[in-house]
């Protein structure tokens, strides 16, 4: 890291834990290069919280029980203390590397009020060639900034569009693939709810899982060929299993809803 960077004050750093003892090392490596760090914890019992609490005692640490994603972000905004310029907001299974450290350093005198982040999904210690995982709104003035819920995750809801950040951000989740699949269960319900009842549900990708059968064929080939992790070896090929996995689950939980007519 650059020691002549400077790091303003006017930043917060926002993390969401829940049960992330895996990965809330490698989350916080550079995380004392903020002034203000706050971790929204929706009451893990896997030690996370003792390890923050150990780790770094200016961590701020809120213990909130979970109902949204766009409700823990919104706590997180509006009740966690102290009124920042700036939030850059990260999931626990995000590497916060010094390159987007110094980046972000570089930006807090800008006009842009929001900016973007593009991934590289790792599995298995090997960054893949390509995936699915979607540009996140991660660094944005507070001001007039919150959330909504959008199928099974949150998306942010600001007056501006976003300018994208020249760094990379790694996805990295280093949990058991027991605690993956329980997760995806829950974020496929999730979806299939907002795919069958939402207002959101125009998108192309959005159309092509309400078919029910296309996505779960189309998209494993898809992450093989077009995102070339057909060449990543044991790690592409794994995660074109989970993709395929997560796209049969929101598959039979849309058509439980639809031919069942029941909430799940």
């Not at 390890?51 to 809120?62: A, G, M, Q, W």
């Not at 590397?97 to 350093?105: N, T």
């Not at 003035?141 to 569009?161: F, I, W």
Request: charged share 25%.
């Amino acid at each position: 890291m650059n020691k002549e960077v400077t790091y303003c004050e006017s930043i917060k750093l926002i993390i969401l834990t829940f049960n992330e003892i895996d990965n809330i090392e490698t989350i916080l490596k550079n995380a004392s290069f903020f002034d203000d760090v706050v971790v929204v914890d929706s009451h893990s019992n896997d030690g996370t919280v003792e390890y923050l609490k150990k780790s770094d005692p200016n961590i701020r640490v809120y213990s909130k029980a979970f109902d949204s994603h766009a409700n823990q972000w919104n706590f997180a905004l509006s009740d966690t203390g102290k009124n920042p310029e700036w939030i850059l907001a990260l999931d626990a299974d995000y590497q916060l590397s010094e390159e987007l450290v110094a980046e972000i350093a570089t930006l807090v005198d800008g006009s842009p009020d929001v900016y973007s982040a593009k991934f590289k999904y790792q599995i298995y210690d090997e960054v893949l060639s390509g995936s699915l995982y979607p540009p996140v709104n991660i660094f944005f003035r507070a001001q007039n900034a919150s959330y909504e819920q959008d199928g099974h995750t949150q998306r942010l809801v600001t007056k501006s569009e976003p300018t994208f950040l020249k760094s990379f951000v790694v996805h990295n989740d280093q949990k058991p693939l027991e605690r993956w699949l329980q997760a995806q269960l829950k974020y496929a319900r999730l979806e299939a709810q907002s795919l069958v009842n939402g207002k959101r549900a125009n998108t192309l990708s959005k159309k092509i899982r309400r078919n029910i059968w296309i996505a779960p064929i189309l998209v494993p080939l898809f992450v093989l060929i077009w995102k070339r992790c057909l060449f990543d070896g044991p790690s592409g090929w794994a995660y074109a299993l989970q993709r395929m996995l997560v796209e049969i689950l929101i598959a039979l939980f849309v058509f439980d809803l639809k031919h069942k007519n029941r909430d799940l």
